[in-house]
């Protein structure tokens, strides 16, 4: 096929469009939430990387989620990071503006829970409830502070009271009329009205 044929192939442009994001040798590129790869993406990536004789940084914490593909690949690269010391770790938190939060936080990513949540329970942030109405009585609290441009999280301890914690939120919503009421769509026994956010 001559170059000219080629051009009218939308494969072939698109090749083109991305030609100069190429990896090289003066590539960098940083890999940000490192240990949700699968240990298959990981050895594609640094085929190419190295292949290119471009340099791979990978960035994230093994304490957080893991891959959803086989393999932990991320920790071994911490161990052999740490151990040639390549380790790298960030100390200065800047989104957390009050010491007692910083502090909180650094607790956090050592896995002390209950110190931060017991630290932010002392500074009004963590409400509990015991009562029978708990999810009703969640959702409304919840529903205000948002309203009322807040920020906010309801932990729970199971998948059922999530789902309980959800659908109460939800009708709260729903009642202050920030979600629609009439049903748009349903999708895998899920409906959908308007304002909902949908992920993916």
Do not use: P
């Amino acid at each position: 096929m001559t170059e000219g044929g080629l051009k009218q192939l939308e494969w072939y442009r698109d090749l083109k469009r991305f030609e100069g994001s190429r990896m090289n040798e003066r590539t960098v590129m940083i890999v940000d939430e490192a240990g949700m790869i699968g240990t298959r993406q990981w050895e594609a990536l640094l085929y190419h990387a190295e292949k290119a004789g471009a340099k791979v940084i990978a960035v994230g914490d093994d304490h957080q989620f893991k891959a959803i593909e086989a393999g932990d690949f991320f920790r071994e690269i911490k161990a052999k990071a740490g151990a040639s010391h390549q380790l790298f770790t960030l100390q200065t938190i800047r989104r957390q503006k009050h010491a007692w939060m910083c502090e909180a936080s650094r607790d956090l990513s050592e896995l002390n829970i209950q110190k931060t949540l017991s630290t932010y329970e002392q500074h009004g942030h963590v409400h509990q409830t015991d009562s029978q109405y708990l999810e009703k009585d969640v959702a409304y609290a919840y529903v205000e502070r948002i309203l009322d441009g807040q920020s906010g999280v309801v932990l729970a301890f199971t998948n059922a009271q999530t789902q309980r914690l959800n659908e109460a939120i939800r009708s709260q919503l729903q009642y202050q009329g920030a979600l629609g009421r009439e049903e748009l769509f349903t999708l895998n026994g899920k409906t959908f009205v308007q304002g909902d956010k949908i992920v993916f």
